[in-house]
């Protein structure tokens, strides 16, 4: 079946403008997680979701950054005021349920200029 | 708090050789989940093998295998019969039951023919 899709695959943005990241998880998958890929930090975890829910959203790096995710499906990563530092690949992943296995989308390249 | 180190930031193999990767965790859990996964150049994040904490048997995928040493907190990779088609980086990561994955900095893995 389908695996889980990003949209865009790149952004390029100014600083200071909002972007909105799109995830769309495996069909029936109730766990979605949102990565962040940095050449300076490697992976780190941002927010993850149980249904349309949000238990842990330890690694959300300010509050720039926030995350919803509507009907347990599709979930919209928002970053206000993009500064330099946000560029990076942002990865979601989705698993069948909380603690199982993790399967990732192919990310979101942003660059914010 | 949990930490995954990968010590071997390069590495390189002869095609059709056997290589081992290296990755040590730190935890205070007794139930926890170990990851490898494979990124090779399109970006893409892809499940190589998983290893239940609770098992004592090596978990093994066709041409990969893991050598895991729970009381030493060890968790490494070995490819056989190395293919051009390994070379990717390598991250390894640990899953407690909050679910969220934690990564190492990575192994860049190159298969030369």
């Known amino acids: 079946g389908a695996g889980v899709s990003q949209s865009p695959s790149n952004k390029v943005t100014e600083k200071g403008k909002d972007v909105e990241l799109r995830c769309d998880p495996i069909?029936?998958?109730?766990?979605l997680y949102w990565y962040r890929q940095s050449l300076g930090q490697g992976l780190e975890f941002l927010i993850y979701f149980q249904g349309n829910s949000a238990p842990d959203k330890s690694g959300l790096p300010s509050d720039r950054f926030s995350a919803e995710r509507t009907g347990g499906s599709v979930s919209t990563l928002t970053i206000q005021r993009t500064q330099q530092e946000d560029s990076a690949v942002y990865l979601c992943a989705s698993s069948l349920a909380f603690a199982e296995t993790q399967y990732f989308g192919p990310g979101t390249r942003l660059l914010v200029l | 708090a949990q930490t995954v180190t990968q010590s071997q930031p390069e590495m390189s193999v002869q095609e059709a050789e056997t290589v081992t990767l290296s990755c040590t965790y730190d935890t205070s859990e007794n139930n926890y989940y170990l990851f490898w996964y494979k990124q090779p150049p399109s970006r893409q994040m892809i499940l190589v093998i998983r290893?239940?904490?609770?098992?004592?048997q090596n978990a093994t995928e066709n041409r990969f295998s893991v050598n895991f040493q729970k009381a030493a907190k060890s968790f490494s990779l070995k490819i056989s019969d190395s293919q051009l088609g390994d070379t990717a980086m390598y991250f390894c990561?640990?899953?407690?039951?909050?679910?969220?994955?934690?990564f190492g900095q990575g192994t860049t893995l190159q298969v030369k023919p």
């Open positions: 069909s029936g998958h109730t766990a």
């Open positions: 990561a640990f899953a407690s039951n909050t679910g969220k994955l934690i």
């Open positions: 290893q239940e904490a609770y098992k004592q």
